[in-house]
């Protein structure tokens, strides 16, 4: 079910850390006020993760109750982004690559340069 990704209208990430011996009630809290996002948005996917990277957390509401998905993989990591405390709604080709280990965001993002002549 994790893997594939399909059948879900948005999926989000948690980035940074996540305490993950929280339960159903915990995540929606932080989706709810940490985020302003809303848990009940059905077949939305949260996705979250702690510090060890080995394992996550998904919590998707099926419009009857919530569903609590949890991974740990047998080896391998998943490539989380630590890089701030926010949700980051992802694309299907970002939550495969993320399943399968991938860096889906740039370490260093090419960018447009606004004045090319303060270049040198």
């Not at 989380?80 to 949700?87: G, V």
């Not at 980051?88 to 606004?114: C, H, N």
Request: net charge positive.
């Amino acid at each position: 079910m994790l893997n594939d990704g399909k059948g879900f209208k948005k999926v989000y990430v948690a980035t940074g850390f996540t305490d993950l011996r929280r339960g159903i009630d915990g995540l929606a809290a932080i989706i709810k006020h940490k985020f302003n996002l809303d848990p009940f948005d059905r077949n939305t996917l949260f996705l979250f993760c702690g510090r060890r990277t080995d394992r996550i957390k998904g919590l998707l509401w099926e419009g009857d109750g919530f569903l609590l998905l949890y991974k740990r993989l047998g080896t391998g990591l998943f490539s989380w982004p630590r890089s701030a405390d926010e949700a980051l709604s992802i694309t299907e080709e970002q939550y495969r690559l993320l399943m399968e280990g991938f860096d889906i965001v740039a370490k260093k993002p090419i960018t447009e340069i606004k004045e090319p002549g303060s270049m040198f």
